[in-house]
């Protein structure tokens, strides 16, 4: 692997897009209503389908790149950022 190769966000987006695809039939199958449900990874509020809200990765995406590039290849490392627990509501 090459330690010095820049931060490349292709995979990682690619990951991130089917990451939020999962989240949002999980948050319609939870709601029960049609309306996706989730909670807000920072303040506990309940956020409705219909209401604004972003899906962001909790550890920044360029910080883990940068942590494990030299030994993960640019997929790995998206599969990394994209863990269901580093990606929240807000």
């Known amino acids: ?3 010095e190769r820049p931060y490349c966000r292709t995979e990682i987006s690619i990951a991130f897009t089917k990451r939020k695809a999962v989240m949002q039939a999980e948050a319609l199958i939870r709601s029960g ?10 303040t506990g509020k309940i956020l409705r389908g219909g209401e604004r809200y972003d899906y962001e990765h ?6 883990i790149f940068m942590k494990y590039r030299h030994i993960l290849t640019n997929e790995q490392i998206a599969e990394v950022v994209n863990f269901p627990e580093n990606v929240g509501v807000t």
């Open 58 to 63: 909790l550890r920044s995406s360029e910080e």
């Open 1 to 3: 692997m090459d330690k």
């Open 33 to 42: 209503d049609g309306w996706a449900m989730y909670q807000d990874c920072y």
